[in-house]
T-cell receptor, first 112, second 115 residues
């Protein structure tokens, strides 16, 4: 069974204080690992797709990396508007179809 | 690009009535659409997967006669909650995927309250 575990559950940072969120996964045949951002009362917003170990992607203050067992979302010099829940999801091999398996998310709060 | 809309954003209905939620992909053709349910402070729970022109595939434990899904075109899927009960109150979110790509793009969600 595919499993995704995110840590920490919640993270409080001061504005400008860089940190990383972790997503550990166990899947049979990874097709892709996805990062989403979700604001309260809204649907998830797509951030990144990573396909293979060693891959990295960046967008503004966010950088996502992938190994064979986990992914990190690095947040550099965060701002209060980066406060949100960050979700990690994986899409596995043929038997899983096109479904995503989500982690429970990391709730990030950035204080001014 | 990759915009998905949902309508309505909020709906209140009485117990025993049915309510329909629409999900549209605005700028791409969605060969596959997904319906999720999300409870407060929890992650997304997949309810069903639908491919255009085919019957939806429901996840274990999801009543297909209660949650009717129709994916009649490449840009529109609907979820109808039949004979709604207060326990059906939740945040329902759809997503859409373009054929050949892995990413799912999500709608803004619909808050359903059954009184």
């Amino acid at each position: 069974e595919d499993q995704v575990t995110q840590s920490p559950e919640a993270l409080r940072l001061q504005e400008g204080e860089s940190s990383s969120l972790n997503c550990s996964y166990t899947v049979s045949g990874l097709r892709g690992l996805f990062w989403y951002r979700q604001d309260p009362g809204k649907g998830p917003e797509f951030l990144f797709t990573l396909y293979s170990a060693g891959e990295e992607k960046e967008k503004e203050r966010l950088k996502a990396t992938l190994t064979k067992k986990e992914s990190f979302l690095h947040i550099t010099a965060p701002k209060p508007e980066d406060s949100a829940t960050y979700l990690c999801a994986v899409q596995a091999g043929e038997t899983s179809g096109s479904r995503l398996t989500f982690g429970e998310g990391t709730q990030l709060t950035v204080n001014p | 690009g990759a915009v998905v809309s949902q309508h309505p954003s909020r709906v209140i209905c009485k117990s025993g009535t049915s309510v329909k939620i629409e999900c549209r992909s605005l700028d791409f053709q969605a060969t596959t659409m997904f319906w999720y349910r999300q409870f407060p402070k929890q992650s997304l729970m997949l309810m069903a997967t639908s491919n255009e022109g085919s019957k939806a595939t429901y996840e274990q434990g999801v009543e297909k006669d209660k949650f009717l899904i129709n994916h009649a075109s490449l840009t529109l899927s609907t979820l109808t909650v039949t004979s709604a009960h207060p326990e059906d109150s939740s945040f329902y979110i759809c997503s859409a995927r373009q054929g050949g790509l892995y990413e799912q793009y999500f709608g803004p969600g619909t808050r359903l309250t059954v009184t």
